[in-house]
């Protein structure tokens, strides 16, 4: 039962991958640069949500109040304390870490609906201690001059190196939880997700492996916090409100909840969405709104469900060829 | 030798409802238990109080010795207790072989952070080959479950059941929905378990099969311990035999 191939959907993905490496920063002017960076910076906190809501089926909308905890805290560590900026941002991870276990503790004594409204109510209490914790979080002016983030000496000071650090972050997220997936506890998860009887009769704490699924969650936005805060030089609490909270829910939705390429698909659409679209500003809601339920109708697993189908049709037609021509040689042959 | 799986005197009731009421019952290691009854008797309320899904309003439970009364289901799960469903469940929307991993993951307890390092067991393989072929069916590991037709699915449950190396099965209406060939295939592996020692607790209403695969059976009716003996003992007990037919009305004229 094993399977450790190169197959095509891999090298499409590495291709893929390394276009997008090499091709945004061509084509993109600074502006556009900091559209893209603060999507892959969405992206590692959209993972969060498609490990909670597409492996462990809880569907949270905490990811926002722990990417501000973790905004303030990288920015607090670094500007205040004057700390390392690589070392408040572990470190600001790591109080996410913390600060997600405690809560998600409480909050998993209720299940299903009951829980997603108390993260609703955890997002309101965060947002009002975002805006009223002036001494912490610069209350609604926010903080500005927060250093540029430093990797053992090397100074992120421009949006294009930023683009390679903040990408090469994504992949290693994206290989974390897709490592995830394929082991004992992402199997756990799916048990969750699909049937708690099943799960509990084969051995799976319930209870826990939901808290471990916000854990990683909340160390995940906690992660993206820390790196908007660097990136950005500038936090508010207009970051972290209920409204983002909800772009992260469709950027997962629409792209296919439980892929991570659909998540990234998924943000980028929802990131690129309003510029794109700029001039037709005011009916955004409009779109975004009709959007989702047509692709909910048609397409539930997303974009990622879209791509799948496009690429398992290519290899059929690719084979149906190389098989024909085969046949043809065959019978030339005879 | 002492029992696998002791049940002392347990009750459980659902508001004024009695499902269970001073139930009690031994299995040795390796033997079958038939529990039966009609419609209602509170068969799987029983198995639900066993495997820990409800908890028991008196009375004890034992594991192998070990009062497990007030651990939850997944620790009692994890000291070697297997169940299969009524109707089977399963991940939705994971392949097979992720289903029966799922079985391997509860029989290794390597622990999640092992797991993520790439710790696994090697013999996976040949064990579940030797499954399959008490199954009598190959599938398509990468398959979605629903792909599969419903026997096929409740044969693969007991399979995942066994992947587990569990001491007791908790078994309910194996036989439910199968044809005959199937039929001989459940039995054959539920044999195939008890010879290991496995303490099994068959519930079912096809009564050839469960007379024919008990040690000894125990019947239940409106939640309390009707009989108690061997199949033919079972099958001859008036009482019984009034709980499934009803009493003869001329006969008693």
Known sequence: MKTKKITGGKIT???????????????????????????????????????????CGQMSFAAISFMGMGAYCATQLSKTLGMPTLMALVLSAVFTALMSLWIGALLFRLSGGYFTFATIGLVYICSSLFLNLKPLTGGANGIVGIPDLNLFGYNLDSLYKWFFFLFAVCILCGLFVERIRRTSLGRSMASVRDNELAAKSLGVNCYQVKIISFV???????????????????????LFSFQIATNFVIMVMLGGVNSTVGTFLGTFLVTLMPEVL????DYLRLIQGVLIILMMIFMPTGLAGIGQMLLSKAQKRLANKFSKKKTASQEVGQ | ME???????????????IA???????????????????????????????????????????????????????????????RTFQSPRFLQRSSIRENLMLGLDLADQIGYISSFFGKKRSDFDTELSELMGM???????DADIQSL???????????????????????????????????????????????????IVVIEHQMDFVMGISDFVTVLNFGKLLSQGTPEQVSSDPAVIEAYLGRDIDAEN
């Open chain 1, 278 to 281: 700029s001039p037709l500003a």
């Open chain 2, 3 to 17: 029992p696998i799986l002791k049940v002392e005197h347990v009750d459980k009731a659902f508001g004024g409802v």
């Open chain 1, 13 to 55: 993905l590495f291709l893929a991958c390394a276009a997008f490496a090499v091709g945004i920063p061509a084509i993109c002017n600074p502006y556009q640069m900091t559209v893209v960076n603060s999507a892959l910076i969405y992206f590692v906190a959209a993972l969060g949500i498609s490990i909670m809501l597409g492996m």
């Open chain 2, 135 to 141: 199954a009598g069916f190959t599938v398509n590991w």
């Open chain 1, 216 to 238: 990683i969650a909340g160390t995940l936005a906690g992660l993206a916090g820390g790196l908007i805060a660097f990136h950005n030089g500038t936090v508010s609490t207009a």
């Open chain 2, 149 to 199: 037709p419903y026997g096929q699915r409740k044969l693969l449950e007991i399979v995942r059941a066994l992947l587990t190396h569990p001491k007791i099965m908790l078994v309910d209406e194996p036989a439910a929905g199968l044809n005959s060939k199937e039929l001989m295939r459940v039995l054959e592996m539920l044999q195939f378990a008890a010879k290991k020692g496995v303490g």
């Open chain 2, 20 to 82: 269970a009421e001073n139930v009690s019952f031994e299995i040795l290691p390796g033997q079958i238990m038939g529990l039966i009854g009609p419609n209602g008797a509170g068969k799987t309320t029983t198995l639900n109080l066993i495997s820990g899904i409800y908890s028991c309003d008196k009375g004890e439970i034992y594991i192998n010795g070990k009062n497990v009364t007030k651990l939850p289901a997944h620790t009692r799960a994890r000291m070697g207790l297997a």
